[in-house]
């Protein structure tokens, strides 16, 4: 039994839900743990955090990680790519020091403005800029923010030479994408139906100066289940296109209208793609032709042509084939009267890393390769709605922060773009891990059936060279793919000496979607399985010993990890899950848990329960186990992943292990899932390096 054990939970009151035994359910003893507001669970909380804290405070390496970790962060500041609106640029931009992006307009002439700053609004810093979109004249500005981290936002419109704000705040919307009319009196928007209902959304259309509550719904009437929706509008106002999916599945109905036959409350909709497991996306031009990415027929992406009149797919032509090794990510088109022809930007991953190529419209020949730098990732392409002859891109990788690229198509140069404040931009081309004391190499290993799949690792060498403490950490799911991205905690790890590695399992998007679906559903194992192989890979080449083998995950890369400690407790010695998903028998009955039956089954179907009770890292703590020490963090804004699954695994293990190593939960108030203040980042990633390294030997 751990000796970090706060109390002893009372596992067996009377009258609890859940208890061992129970017919018709699996055994569930810390069922009482779900309901943060009972008595008994802040005061076992309460208790927990004083282990907690008592643990931390001990930690030798805390202070200077989080020095270092903070050095890191502040080395240049994570600039958005800048969006062009008429004339104007916006931009969302930490600066160096700062704690949170502010929302920024560039004028024609280089001055700057910061238009919105979050830790203005919110001095606790703990509201976030979630969202934002410029109307297509740059007159005006949609943004969205959400308090204590809860993503749950609302809306704002800003008159941007005035800085005035226009009508009042729009509630009920979590990362809505906004189409604004291309004469700014409105736009289309995404809203939830009611404050507390996480689920079910409906796509409307909002004049200024009106009620937002009378807004009339566009799309989403009697589509109950559907939970996301995109809403993408030509520049011209002609075009107006929606696509639905229910939960986090790949497969998207898309719809389009045609504005010009009827007033903008009432679009005439017409299926482009409904019933198709694919997932298609549509981005509505200026003229007769589409320009749509699909996965049908093509699990790693192609690009068609169609017209709007007649958009469905048997009428879709190959502009850019499907590349059997590389997955489509996003494309630009680039025209305008500077250029001779129209010209295409296309990016890919191939294994995770972003490459960019530039061709004809006309008819798809590649005509040249960008030269990014070796081993990085390309962000969202950003270019203006007419006489787009420039392209904006963010170009990042494991040890070079953030920076902005701009082509410009009638030069064909690929240059860092200079921010008016003077931030400055490494070159084009440059080594990502120049002077950073960090390599990285990426690996293949095999996995128990004998998939073979890849892995970066991180190391002050570049070759194994001797055994040395080791992270590993991944996320196999949802189609999300662990590319190379500034990683402060990775290169405060390795600049101590240690390895850090990233692997790329399936249920991730690194070699399409059938690397994703190989990794969902009854097929779940497969991401546990190429877990232990990655590990086994590390520790069979040199890179460590199970001794000094550390795993990390958030979120689903929590359920991961989870999964990887409950499997295989011998295989590594330390273990940290963040916002993890822990109880998968009960995962829907919180936070968007019922929008992820797509992704991991539901346990109202036997079969389907079966599965997820075969891996469910909750019921499979074994009592009389020495487990390896155990960090699990959680957020109580957390409206993702609610903070039940680590206060009841935390309880399981703390009562099964018998070793001595501590199983402790951090919990930190005030903020959610995702986005964070450099100063909360900081902290968290300090406290998980110093966790490892105190039970990893590693100084930091």
Not at 197 to 214: A, E, F, I, K, N
Not at 250 to 258: N, V
Not at 450 to 467: E, H, K, Q
Not at 628 to 646: C, E, I
């Amino acid at each position: 039994m751990s000796d970090t054990r706060a109390a002893d939970p009372p596992a067996q009151q009377p009258g609890r839900p859940g208890q061992p035994g129970q017919p018709g359910q699996p055994a569930d003893p810390y069922r009482w743990l779900e309901n943060a507001d009972d008595p008994a669970v802040r005061e076992w909380t309460e208790k927990q955090e004083a282990a907690y804290r008592a643990a931390a405070d001990g930690w030798r390496s805390r202070a200077g990680a989080r020095e270092r970790l903070r050095v890191l962060l502040d080395r240049v500041g994570t600039p958005s790519a800048p969006r062009p609106a008429g004339d104007r640029l916006f931009l969302a931009r930490c600066r160096p020091g700062g704690e949170l992006p502010e929302l920024v307009v560039v004028e024609p002439d280089g001055t700057e403005r910061v238009l919105v700053d979050p830790a203005l609004v919110d001095p606790s810093g703990s509201t976030t800029l979630e969202e934002f979109e410029p109307s297509w004249d740059g007159r005006l500005l949609s943004y969205q923010l959400a308090p204590g981290g809860t993503e749950n936002a609302v809306l704002l419109v800003l008159d941007v030479d005035s800085g005035r704000l226009l009508d009042p705040p729009i509630d009920r919307v979590r990362r809505s994408t906004v189409a604004w009319l291309p004469d700014s009196s409105g736009f289309y928007y995404v809203r939830r139906l009611r404050a507390e209902d996480q689920y079910h959304r409906r796509v409307r259309l909002h004049l200024l100066g009106t009620d937002p509550d009378t807004d009339p719904v566009v799309f989403g009437a009697g589509r109950e289940g559907t939970q996301h929706y995109t809403v993408r509008i030509s520049p011209d106002g002609r075009l107006l296109a929606v696509s639905a999916g229910a939960g986090t599945a790949r497969r998207r109905d898309l719809w389009l209208a045609d504005l010009t036959g009827a007033p903008p409350e009432a679009p005439r909709w017409r299926p482009v793609q409904q019933d198709l497991d694919a997932r298609t996306v549509l981005r509505p031009r200026r003229g007769p032709l589409c320009h749509l990415v699909t996965d049908l027929d093509a699990p790693r992406g192609r690009l068609v042509t169609t017209t709007a009149d007649r958009p469905t797919p048997d009428t879709w032509r190959d502009l850019i084939p499907q590349d059997p090794h590389a997955v489509l990510e996003d494309f630009a088109v680039l025209e305008g009267a500077d250029l001779d022809r129209p010209l295409l930007l296309v990016v890919r991953t191939r294994h995770a890393v972003s490459e960019a190529t530039v061709h004809d419209l006309a008819d798809g020949r590649e005509l040249t390769r960008l030269p990014l730098p070796p081993c990085s990732t390309v962000g969202r392409l950003r270019v203006a709605a007419q006489d787009a002859h420039e392209a904006w891109f963010t170009c990042t990788g494991f040890a070079t922060p953030t920076t902005v690229l701009r082509y410009d198509a009638r030069t064909g140069e690929l240059t860092p773009w200079q921010e008016p404040s003077g931030a400055a931009a490494p070159s084009a081309g440059t080594a990502g891990t120049a002077g950073t004391g960090t390599n990285t190499v990426q690996t293949t290993f095999t996995s128990r059936d004998g998939t073979p799949v890849r892995m970066f690792v991180l190391s002050p060498t570049g070759a194994p060279d001797r055994p040395r403490p080791t992270l590993l950490t991944g996320y196999g799911g949802f189609g999300q793919s662990l590319t190379p991205v500034y990683s402060p905690e990775a290169l405060a790890w390795v600049q101590a000496g240690g390895v850090y590695a990233v692997a790329n399992l399936r249920g991730g998007g690194e070699e399409g979607e059938e690397w994703h679906r190989a990794g969902t559903l009854d097929r779940k194992q497969n991401t546990f399985d190429d877990f232990h192989a990655a590990a086994d890979h590390l520790v069979d080449a040199g890179w460590t010993t199970p001794e000094r083998l550390g795993l990390w995950g958030s979120s689903n890369g929590g359920l991961l990890v989870g999964a990887a400690l409950t499997q295989r407790p011998a295989g590594c010695a330390a273990a940290a899950c963040v916002a993890p998903l822990l109880d998968m028998a009960r995962y829907e009955l919180s936070g968007l848990g019922p929008s992820w039956v797509g992704e991991y089954g539901s346990a109202a179907d036997p079969g389907q329960l079966a599965t997820l009770l075969s891996y469910s890292p909750y019921h499979h703590v074994r009592p009389d186990t020495a487990y390896p020490a155990v960090l699990l963090a959680v957020f109580d804004g957390d409206s993702r992943v609610d903070p039940l699954h680590a206060r009841k695994m935390c309880a399981a293990l703390q009562h099964a292990t018998t070793s001595a190593r501590p199983v402790l939960l951090r919990l930190e108030r005030g903020t959610g899932h995702g986005a964070r203040s450099t100063s909360r980042l900081a902290d968290l990633y300090a406290d998980l390096l110093a966790f490892f390294a105190e039970q990893l030997g590693l100084p930091l």
